[in-house]
């Protein structure tokens, strides 16, 4: 109930037609790769591109045959930012403005 905010690879869509903010999150495979290394622990380069890889295909399975979307069609988001190009905090700013935009304009 009342206004949401969804980030999550494609897991938007399973919002149906819920009002709610699509966010899309994006970023070069190397970050990607730095990321995963760091958030778990992970010592190889090699590990944390196959964990990658295998999330990655597991979700395209899922959502292409429960859905019939793709996690990386950046038309599914109502914004998409590429953490690549800008820090996770100015990020965050980012889709907090958007939101309060969007959904005071839904309320108004």
Request: glycine share 6%; hydrophobic share 40%; charged share 25%.
């Amino acid at each position: 109930a009342g206004n949401t905010v969804v980030v999550h690879r494609a897991g938007c869509v399973e919002a149906g037609d819920r009002n709610v903010l699509k966010v899309g999150l994006f970023a070069s495979w190397g970050d990607r790769v730095a990321r995963v290394m760091s958030r778990e622990g992970l010592k190889s380069v090699a590990d944390a591109e196959y964990s990658i890889k295998r999330r990655e295909k597991l979700q395209r399975e899922y959502f292409s045959d429960i859905h019939g979307a793709q996690p990386n069609d950046r038309n599914l988001y109502d914004i998409s930012i590429d953490t690549s190009l800008e820090s996770i905090p100015v990020a965050s700013i980012k889709v907090a403005k958007f939101a309060r935009q969007t959904m005071a304009f839904q309320t108004a």
